[in-house]
């Protein structure tokens, strides 16, 4: 699969930088999935030269991959933009201790939120870490990019923020790439003064890291990642990432200071620009990360109106932005995403519904289960807040027997569990739902430790979920088939009333990956009552019709028969000819 | 010199959007142009709208396609063709009335979207072979016979034979 040879081909941002990363001799590399990251990994999982992994999460895969670096070998992180919010922790620290060989965070963040639940502009991180940041603005740039990457964080000994957005991620481009040059690998040596980050040490390492940063601002006036061309002199713009295509694009006459080590900022080349160019603007996506900087240093450059922080940028944008004009946003209306036919998560939502839950959400598809008309979750603030949510409304909310927690299975795995043993320890009772459709589904259809496959699909130890959350010490675990509705709703029902802490364990394949298809139900148009229920499960493959009667997709339609089983008229009929 | 232009694809999930930017993206780099290709993957592709823009020419910067610049739209669904008209320049192509005769006339519905492209290359001076290049790079061998015989339709309904 390894393209090895030196060629042009047409790839996307992520698997640009996968390839650039084979080029540098990378060795070793460990990724939580997610959207705009999920492909990076992907991509380098067919490379037989670089161990990879997905990891449980993206602490576990920052530690892993830091270690792996420290130990002699060049390594990688990847993560989208809230992961590294999991990761902030040993990333804080990491700049103290340093890399040995070259170690690489990347940070694939997504303005305009077009799979996420918030837009935080990562770049920052590199501000409060102390590390070196690069912005690529192409995939022929994150190829390229990517390799200088590791040869910095090596030279500097320090790990290097590498921050792409989803229009670099999932864009493809003409991408010419090299030779992979073997890496030969760093010696370890034992040195607590540098690897045991206690008061003293640190104190030692934060003073050896301020210096690392001033030798870092010295190199990022003379890198080429950070380039002048000199256009008009009245008109100039200071921009990185995909923020210069749009602004290249628009004024291609102008003079442009293009940042591609963005972080520290290179201040003698600022101001030699700002001494040759009149008007100056900063044109960057989100937060004013650049402009901030600049302007600290005192020099007079004009960034854009607080309107345009929020959402992505567009090329359309940047003449206004020059003209000092808020943004004007043309609004449109997109379809929105459902479940899909026979998705085992729809059961549990009407399940709920019908229960009346409250129900404290998760990130995945099952986030869908949130918008009407199933209208059946209600929070989602990150990953693992559908156990605690559940535990501080239960803690709030005296009285209610009806608060439930849901959560996929590998979001369980991600970071649930912890909030599970919390639950447990604290003696909290209620119910919480594990959604385990043996995937994680939404990001892309990866393995995870429950599905007992590894990243390229090789067999190992499956993580059993029944033994591990009763060994968390909850008071019943209970497992049942999603597409068993009745059985489930008189399940949930009974444990939520309970005085206990329980799991219900709702078990189906997802229908993307499931091999098992049923024949779509018969209509039986002269028993229905037009009376909609059908249509209030939210299912892609059941249309109502001009006449008020409805049509069931064949095309689209799995079988699954959720609505034969809440239709109270018989017009919908099993099909198991 | 390349000519520059603009395809915006539009449509819904599991209509092969995707795939149809991807066959034409490869093969207006078979046929020499530099080419950039922008869409969404994740939520959205979760039976939602799904749009897929590509820009061609000698040498194309920004990766998606600024208002009233699109030189053709690509529709395969009517709602989801009127949400990106403002896409389209005043003199563009928006080849989404070609769907009903698309409809009509395509054998197996799977390939709507390859159809899609036999109209837009009626439209375009890539070179037929390309086009039949891309298709077999993009799609199974099982594929090729049925895509490539939607595609030739496709640029029979787009006006040439």
Known sequence: MAKSRVEKSLLSGNEALAYGALEAGLSFA??????PSSEILETISCFSDVDSQWAVNEKVAFEVALSAAIGGVRSLYVSKHVGLNVAADPLMTSAYVGVNAGFVVVSCDDPGMHSSQNEQDNRYYSLMAKIPLIEPSSPQEAR???????????????????RMTTR??????????????????????????????????????????????????????????????WGSKSLGFITSGVSYLYAKEVYPNASFLKLGMSYPLPEEKVKLFKSKVKNIFVIEELEPFLESQIKALGIK??????????????????????????????????????????????????????????????????????SPPLSSLHSCLCMGAGVTFHEGFRHALTGKNNIVGVIGDSTFIHSGITGLINA???????????????????????????????????????????????????????????????????????????DSLSVVIARRE???????????????????????????????????????????????????????????????????? | MKPSLNIL?????????????????????????????????????????????????????????????????????????????????????????????????????????ICFLGILSSYLLIEDSNWVKAIKEVFKKSYHKINIE????????????
Do not use: W
């Open chain 1, 301 to 370: 450059v004009k960034g854009k109106d607080k309107s345009f922080s929020i959402g992505e940028l567009k090329p359309e944008y940047i003449s206004s932005i020059v003209k000092g004009e808020n943004k004007k946003e043309k609004k449109s209306i997109t379809r929105k995403p459902v479940m899909c036919p026979g998705c085992p998560h729809r059961s549990v939502f009407v399940a709920l519904k019908k229960l009346k839950a409250i129900v404290a959400g998760d990130i995945g598809c099952y986030t869908l289960g949130a």
């Open chain 2, 9 to 113: 694809f539009v449509g819904t999930g599991g209509q092969g959007i995707l795939k149809a930017s991807e066959v034409a993206a490869i093969a207006s780099v078979l046929d020499g142009f530099d080419v950039k290709k922008s869409e969404l993957h994740g939520m959205s592709q979760r039976g939602g709208s799904v749009e897929s823009h590509l820009r061609l020419g000698e040498r194309v910067l920004a990766p998606i396609i600024p208002d009233s610049e699109a030189d053709f739209i690509v529709g395969l669904n009517k709602q989801e063709s009127k949400r990106v008209l403002h896409f389209l320049r005043k003199e563009g192509n928006n080849l989404t009335p070609y769907l009903n005769e698309a409809l009509k006339e395509c054998k197996d519905l799977r390939t709507l979207n």
């Open chain 1, 424 to 498: 447990v320890y604290n003696q909290v009772k209620g119910l919480i739902i594990i959604l385990d459709n043996r995937t994680t589904a939404m990001t892309g259809l990866q393995n995870h430790p429950g599905t007992g496959k590894r990243i390229d699909g090789e067999k190992t130890v499956q993580l059993d979920l029944e033994r591990l959350t009763a060994a968390c010490g909850v008071d019943t675990v209970d497992v049942v088939d999603p597409y068993e509705l009745d059985t489930m709703v008189k399940l949930i029902s009974k444990r939520m009333n309970e």
């Open chain 1, 30 to 35: 460990s990724a939580y999935p997610g959207t």
């Open chain 1, 168 to 229: 670099i991620s999932h864009t493809k481009g003409i991408v010419r790439l090299g030779q992979r040059q073997e890496f030969k690998k760093k010696e370890f040596k034992i040195d607590p003064k540098k690897y045991v980050m206690v008061p003293k040490n640190a104190h030692l390492r934060h003073m050896d890291l301020v210096k690392r940063l001033e030798r870092l601002k010295s190199f990022s006036n003379k890198t080429e990642l950070n380039q002048i061309e």
């Open chain 2, 150 to 161: 939607a595609f030739y339709l496709g640029k029979k309904l787009g006006g040439i034979e």
């Open chain 1, 144 to 162: 390229n990019f990517i390799i200088e990457a590791f040869k910095i964080s090596e030279r500097f000994d320090i790990p290097v923020l590498f």
């Open chain 1, 510 to 577: 997802c229908m993307l990956i499931s091999s098992c298809k049923n024949k779509a139900p018969k209509y039986v148009q002269d028993k229905c009552s037009k009376c909609g229920l059908c249509l209030e499960i939210d299912c892609p493959a059941i249309k109502k019709r001009d006449d008020g009667f409805i049509e069931i997709d064949k095309t689209i339609c799995v079988g699954c028969n959720l609505c034969v089983d809440i239709c109270n008229f018989n017009a919908l009929v099993r099909n198991e000819t």
